[in-house]
């Protein structure tokens, strides 16, 4: 039943919309040019804290979006790298670069649609789940200016409930968060999610079809978007609505593939040369001024390099529970209620502090109690496999 539900998310996700997408997040995209390997090796990396970054790097990227956010929250622009994504939009590309390295890697080592879709619902949806019942059940009542009977009849109540948790998202309850600078958002983060597992299902079919094994096909079409994407070629007009649709899925799909694309070439002759071909090319790019093509060519290939090396001390970021998620999931509602409460009693910087610290203390909840305990109940990938 569990992995039915996710099967069935899996598909819906394609058509999923949301109205956060105009409003709080930047759109973007990258893609991976990485030159042809003599062979076709499947790298088994080991992905346990202890013997990379990837923990570190994911709390760096949550943490990131949080400072960003906090410019939105207060009533400020976000701070914008190179004039084209803010400081948030980069924290969410590392977080899509990344798993699509070791999503990637996880199929690969086991290719099969119900234990894979299994793993996935595991990792996303119980946490997700808590987070919008908390929204719904604390974090209403205790600002609504209603009754609690009347907050909980609400129409706008169950709809933000139960549309959520089907990943039909949903930021309004009925509530108001006055003297914010947005007085309605509750979680202006969730919106990458649907987008997320809509990666999930795109490689789960090109695992199906055998796509993924073969390598080229989604090479040549991740340099054939990403070019298209770098050189304006994809514009908004009256006769492209369909494109701006999913022109979020397009973007974000982008690093994600990128990420499966360096994992699939990591173990090529040809490799390190590719990276520093990309650093030089992406160097130009800042140069002349593209920006975009800046980040399409050095954020994946950056952060997934540095993920894989195992400095001292960084590889032990998560020897205390892996709070990526949980602070990417609660950083934007604890941040609304603090700037609410003491946006006129304290600066700036200590309310960003004082959000971290609650976000850090909530994610770390999450992962002992619930997350977890969640990812025990994974399906084990058979022997044969492995």
């Not at 062979?39 to 943490?63: C, E, G, Y």
């Not at 892996?322 to 603090?338: K, L, M, N, R, T």
Request: net charge positive.
């Amino acid at each position: 039943m569990i992995t039915g539900y996710f099967c069935l998310q899996l598909s819906r996700s394609f058509s999923c919309k949301t109205e956060l997408q105009s409003s709080i997040s930047e759109k973007c995209t990258t893609a991976l040019l990485i030159p042809p390997a003599k062979k076709q090796p499947m790298p088994t990396q080991d992905t346990n804290h202890k013997s990379n970054n990837f923990d570190f790097l994911r709390i760096v990227a949550a943490l990131i979006v949080l400072f960003s956010h906090q410019y939105a929250l207060t009533g400020f622009d976000e701070p914008k790298i190179l004039g084209t994504h803010t400081l948030g939009t980069v924290g969410v590309l590392i977080f899509f670069a990344i798993s699509g390295f070791l999503v990637t890697q996880s199929w690969l080592n086991d290719p099969h649609i119900i234990r894979f879709a299994t793993k996935r619902f595991l990792r996303i949806w119980p946490g997700f789940a808590v987070a919008i019942a908390l929204c719904t059940f604390a974090l209403g009542p205790a600002v609504t200016k209603l009754s609690l009977v009347d907050y909980l009849n609400h129409p706008g109540t169950a709809d933000y409930f139960f549309k959520n948790l089907q990943f039909s998202l949903r930021d309004v309850l009925p509530l108001n968060f006055d003297g914010n600078a947005l007085p309605t958002a509750i979680n202006g983060s969730l919106w990458t999610i649907p987008l997320e597992i809509q990666c999930y299902a795109i490689l789960a079919l090109l695992g199906i079809s055998k796509i993924l094994n073969t390598r080229w096909p989604i090479l040549i079409a991740t340099i054939f978007f990403g070019l298209l994407y770098a050189s304006d070629l994809l514009k908004f007009s009256s006769n492209t609505y369909w494109l701006k649709e999913y022109y979020p899925l397009l973007e974000f799909g982008l690093y994600f593939f990128s990420g499966s694309i360096i994992y699939l070439f990591a173990k090529s002759e040809n490799f390190a040369t590719a990276a520093i071909l990309l650093w030089l090319v992406g160097a130009l790019a800042a140069y002349a001024n593209m920006s975009h093509l800046f980040f399409l060519l050095t954020i994946p290939i950056t952060v997934i390099m540095i993920g894989q090396k195992s400095i001292p001390y960084l590889n032990q970021t998560g020897r205390f529970g892996d709070i990526s998620y949980g602070i990417y999931i609660y950083a934007f509602p604890v941040q609304q209620v603090v700037v609410w409460r003491l946006q006129h009693k304290v600066d700036w910087w200590l309310l960003l502090v004082t959000a971290t610290l609650i976000t850090i203390i909530l994610a770390l909840l999450s992962w002992h109690f619930i997350e977890k305990w969640a990812l025990k109940l994974k399906p084990q990938t058979p022997i044969n496999n492995m």
